[in-house]
């Protein structure tokens, strides 16, 4: 089982963004895709899920409106998209995998948004 | 949103020694319907993705050493690690998954004396 990131991405503020998430391994609709963020030095905040199996998605209330969780099962990818994004979006975001919890976790892609 | 307080923050051991890891809940992580407490634990190493090391209050995921265990009940659980090796360093976060949005404690970082 292996989850893979896009690579680290610098950003505008104002622009659109796309992370992706390659899944390998295992059935990729049978199991939920979390999406984490992490700001440089700070924890971890919970940003959303996703059921590959028909997209069935989940929110955490403080990203909820700011960014899209999708998917495209014929690759086997998760995505985490940004209409338009702000300087307060600078983080690694982390896809993890939920078999009985969280486990594994893709590399972690970092964005930096900046003018 | 459940709120998770981890203490302490800083945990500095001798390697060794015993450690020790509490994590409150604001709310019950039981399920009366199922009987399982959703409390993972998940430790990141410097420089690393977060990994799993214990889910549903004390099941070790696999290949976590038996050195580490989890228990509590309700709203206070506990990361236990027998003896603190030298790869143990790193934050540990407990995690909870009994109701959307899951929420992580703040982290408690260890490290060695």
């Known amino acids: 089982v292996q989850l893979v990131q896009s690579g680290a991405e610098v950003k505008k503020p104002g622009e659109s963004l796309r992370v992706s998430c390659s899944a390998s391994?295992?059935?990729?609709?049978?199991?939920?895709i979390a999406w984490v963020r992490q700001v440089p030095g700070k924890g971890l905040e919970w940003v959303g899920t996703?059921?590959?199996?028909?997209?069935?998605?989940r929110y955490s209330p403080s990203f909820q409106g700011q960014v899209t969780l999708s998917v495209d099962t014929s690759v086997t990818t998760a995505y985490l998209h940004w209409n338009t994004v702000r300087a307060s979006d600078t983080a690694i975001y982390y896809c993890?995998?939920?078999?009985?919890?969280?486990?594994?976790w893709g590399q972690g892609t970092l964005v930096t948004v900046s003018s | 949103d459940i709120v998770l307080t981890q203490t302490p923050l800083s945990l500095p051991v001798t390697p060794g020694e015993p450690a020790s890891i509490s994590c409150r809940s604001s709310?019950?992580?039981?399920?009366?319907?199922?009987?399982?407490?959703?409390l993972d634990w998940f430790l990141q190493k410097p420089g690393q993705s977060p990994q799993l090391l214990i889910y549903?209050?004390?099941y070790r995921a696999p290949g976590v050493p038996d050195r580490f265990s989890g228990r509590g009940s309700g709203t206070d659980f506990t990361l236990k690690i027998s003896r603190v090796e030298p790869e143990d360093v790193g934050v540990y976060y407990c995690?909870?998954?009994?109701?959307?949005?899951?929420?992580f404690g703040q982290g408690t970082k260890l490290d060695l004396k």
């Open positions: 995690m909870q998954r009994m109701e959307f949005p899951y929420t």
């Open positions: 549903t209050l004390s």
């Open positions: 391994g295992y059935p990729f609709t049978d199991y939920w």
């Open positions: 709310q019950s992580l039981l399920d009366s319907d199922d009987g399982n407490t959703y």
């Open positions: 993890a995998r939920k078999s009985a919890s969280y486990t594994p």
């Open positions: 996703i059921y590959p199996g028909d997209s069935d998605t």
